[in-house]
């Protein structure tokens, strides 16, 4: 029985990358071997046990043979005879497809410590063609490495562009589509997955909402950019160096889904798009099954952020209407996302990444007045059910007028 340091822990290393995570391959053994040294079996389609101290994935060597469409349509085969290298050749890039042993000599039959020195994500075999899936984690990776001079290679490109073109990318399940764009959205360059996914065809199968934007025009005295699509990639990326969290960038993702729907005779301008937009969003998470928060941000960002990018000239009772409607007293974290998903907005425009946004700050600045606001015992005594509200929205104008007039 010999055991392996393998994928993503061999390849960071060589980077020079914190690893984050270890897995390991074991070959020669059976489950009943691992069960016998305390280790605990939890994989459901194949045998993977967690070491009894580390915790950390030990999984036996293992081949994979195709039967029917989609991620899901393989067979499994272990043994005691299944070789390190057989094992390696499953796996989708080569970068992904080194093993180290107890001794440190890495084992590399795919040449992947080449493509990581020549920046290129290539896939290991014609194997992968099998599950679509990889289709999304190229993306993914390359949305991780692109900012260190990565690129997809370009007969694995033509590669992903045949598996969509062949109907591949329609046999992909929601929940794994989410699973892999959620962590693509985490890394440090989200549209460049975006941009892969469009230019080999997967985006209009995975997300036909934000594909249809690309094309679009918006007004050039607003948006210099002009296309739409566009403008969301600058706007993401804005939130990626920014650092926000994934549910804000989800947010910048799709607050303008509903440019896309409106008529070309209007175009480029788009009236009430942000309201336009809201069943599209709505289709698009319950479709993948974003979680609630994500959701929630998306369709407040769609709705409400024209009304931020309008914060100098908003009257005070305007102001207050935009801070109820968002529920900002009640959720003022959420409501702080909103904002940053606006400013993203904003920023994300051909030219003016480093543009003031004054706008933030005074909606800011009404919000601190307002949420200070409070009704004393005496100003309640006398109120009962919704006047006690009426008179703490009275109270919460009048500051209003006095901090941001």
């Known amino acids: 029985m010999n055991t392996y340091l393998v994928g993503g822990a061999v390849r960071?290393?060589?980077?020079?990358r914190p690893v984050a995570e270890r897995d390991w391959v074991v070959v020669g053994a059976t489950p009943a071997d691992l069960e016998a040294r305390g280790f605990l079996p939890v994989g459901k389609d194949f045998p993977v046990f967690l070491h009894?101290?580390?915790l950390e994935e030990y999984a036996?060597?293992?081949?994979?043979?195709?039967?029917?469409?989609?991620?899901?349509g393989f067979t499994t085969l272990f043994s005691p005879e299944v070789t390190l290298e057989q094992d390696l050749a499953r796996r989708d890039l080569t970068i992904n497809a080194m093993a180290q042993d107890a001794a440190g000599n890495i084992?590399?039959?795919?040449?992947?410590r080449a493509d990581l020195e020549r920046r290129l994500l290539r896939h290991v075999s014609p194997a992968f063609a099998e599950?679509?899936?990889?289709?999304?984690?190229?993306?993914?990776f390359l949305a991780r490495f692109a900012p260190l001079g990565f690129t997809i290679a370009a007969d694995t490109f033509a590669l992903m562009r045949r598996m969509v073109e062949a109907g591949e990318a329609d046999a992909l399940v929601p929940e794994r589509v989410w699973r892999e764009l959620a962590r693509a959205l985490d890394e440090p360059s989200p549209r460049s997955a975006i941009d892969a996914l469009r230019e080999c065809g997967a985006l209009r199968v995975?997300?036909?909402?934000l594909d249809a934007l690309f094309g679009v025009p918006q007004r050039?005295?607003?948006?210099?950019?002009v296309d739409t699509g566009e403008h969301i990639m600058l706007a993401l990326q804005i939130a990626a160096m920014r650092d926000a969290p994934q549910a804000?960038?989800?947010a910048v993702l799709v607050h303008d889904l509903g440019k896309a729907l409106t008529p070309r005779a209007e175009w480029p301008r788009h009236h009430a798009h942000g309201t336009l937009g809201l069943p599209a969003i709505e289709a698009l998470c319950a479709r993948l099954r974003v979680p609630q928060e994500h959701r929630e941000l998306g369709l407040l960002a769609s709705r409400f952020h024209t009304y931020v990018h309008r914060g100098l000239e908003l009257r005070t009772s305007t102001l207050l209407e935009l801070l109820e409607h968002a529920d900002a007293f009640r959720r003022p974290e959420r409501f702080k996302e909103f904002l940053e998903a606006c400013e993203c907005d904003a920023r994300g425009r051909g030219g003016l990444a480093d543009a003031p946004y004054p706008q933030r700050a005074r909606v800011e600045q009404a919000f601190a007045a307002a949420r200070a606001v409070a009704l004393s015992a005496d100003e309640r005594a006398d109120l009962a059910g919704a006047a006690i509200g009426e008179r703490l929205r009275s109270k919460r104008l009048a500051a209003l007028n006095i901090a941001v007039p």
Do not use: C, N, S
């Open 12 to 16: 960071d290393r060589l980077l020079g």
């Open 52 to 54: 009894p101290q580390t």
């Open 60 to 72: 036996l060597a293992r081949l994979e043979r195709k039967i029917a469409p989609g991620y899901r």
């Open 107 to 112: 084992f590399d039959p795919f040449g992947g």
């Open 131 to 140: 599950d679509p899936v990889r289709i999304l984690r190229v993306a993914r």
């Open 206 to 209: 995975v997300l036909p909402e």
């Open 220 to 225: 050039p005295e607003w948006h210099p950019e």
């Open 248 to 250: 804000v960038r989800f």
